[in-house]
């Protein structure tokens, strides 16, 4: 079992930053590909953001490029999503998630075993 846990959450206006961080101790860290996944009131959960285990490639869903930047610390067992430019729509609850068999990652939420709480974005116009 892998606990996956998020911060960083928070209210701001419309154009500005958010970082959000997500910390999932053990040493199978390394090897799990994470990704970051939003749900706003009445939609489905959507993929946001995706990093490989080795943080080699990273992918971005297209509503968020070129805003949010996906990163990890493989040493310290941490992703982070930093968001910048953010709009009304970010706003959602955010998830981080890890997928233990898909070192590459993937935007498919199944794909992914294990999950955190979520934290609220809020975003103000």
């Known amino acids: 079992q892998v606990q996956v846990v998020e911060s960083g959450g928070g209210l701001v206006q419309a154009g500005g930053s958010l970082r959000l961080s997500c910390a999932a101790p053990?040493?199978?860290?390394?090897?799990?590909?994470m990704g970051w996944f939003r749900q706003a009131p009445g939609k489905e959960r959507e993929f946001v953001a995706g990093?490989?285990?080795?943080?080699?490639?990273?992918y971005n869903a297209d509503a968020v490029k070129g805003r949010f930047t996906i990163s990890r610390d493989n040493a310290k067992n941490t992703v982070s999503l930093q968001m910048n430019s953010l709009k009304p729509e970010d706003t959602a609850v955010y998830y981080c998630?890890?997928?233990?068999?898909?070192?590459?990652?993937?935007?498919?939420?199944?794909?992914?075993?294990?999950w955190g709480q979520g934290t609220q974005v809020t975003v103000s116009s």
């Open positions: 998630a890890a997928a233990s068999t898909i070192s590459s990652g993937s935007i498919y939420p199944r794909a992914y075993d294990y």
């Open positions: 990093i490989a285990a080795s943080g080699g490639r990273t």
């Open positions: 053990g040493r199978t860290f390394r090897y799990y590909a």
